[in-house]
């Protein structure tokens, strides 16, 4: 198993990075400690890289303008997502309980498995957003729930949902 360092670009601040290998089938997780902030950090991935396992709980994300990522069993509880532009972005298994994303650009987003409850989303642009779940052979682990999250105002068109807990009928 290899790890590519060109893999994530980090300008305008230091980061180190250590590779954890895991057991066969599981891959690697990339562990990162940075100086900056986390919306810089979010801003800094390539397009196409892999955010595995990392907390941005309760953390200013305000504006943060992302890439095309993929994020992997992280968690944005009670994060400040706020008018933050994260088009394109594949979000599995993640945790959004009570997270601000007002005003977000959430365009052609993947949201499998993902914990949406009580999250605001008002005002957000959710067009072409695809809530659906992810096969773990626990039902219900694994499907998204939006149970309580305020879509009021929200851009739904071409929404695609499949297997959602608490989606307004």
Do not use: Y
């Not at 957000?124 to 999250?149: E, I, K, M, Q, S």
Request: one cysteine or more; proline letters at 3%.
């Amino acid at each position: 198993m290899t790890w590519a360092p060109g893999k994530i670009a980090t300008p305008g601040f230091a980061v180190s990075a250590k590779v954890v290998m895991r057991p066969a089938g599981i891959g690697m997780m990339l562990a990162m400690a940075r100086d900056g902030t986390s919306a810089q950090l979010l801003g800094s991935f390539r397009d196409g890289a892999v955010v595995k396992r990392r907390s941005f709980d309760g953390q200013n994300l305000a504006t943060a303008r992302a890439g095309q990522l993929w994020f992997d069993r992280c968690s944005f509880v009670s994060a400040d997502l706020r008018h933050a532009t994260l088009d394109g972005c594949s979000f599995k298994m993640c945790d959004f309980r009570s997270a601000d994303l007002r005003g977000a650009s959430l365009r052609g987003a993947s949201f499998g498995g993902c914990d949406l409850r009580d999250a605001d989303l008002r005002d957000a642009d959710l067009t072409g957003v695809r809530l659906d779940f992810v096969n773990t052979g626990a039902h219900p682990h694994g499907l998204t729930n939006v149970t309580g999250a305020n879509f009021a105002g929200a851009r739904l068109r071409d929404v695609q949902v499949d297997r959602v807990i608490g989606w307004p009928e």
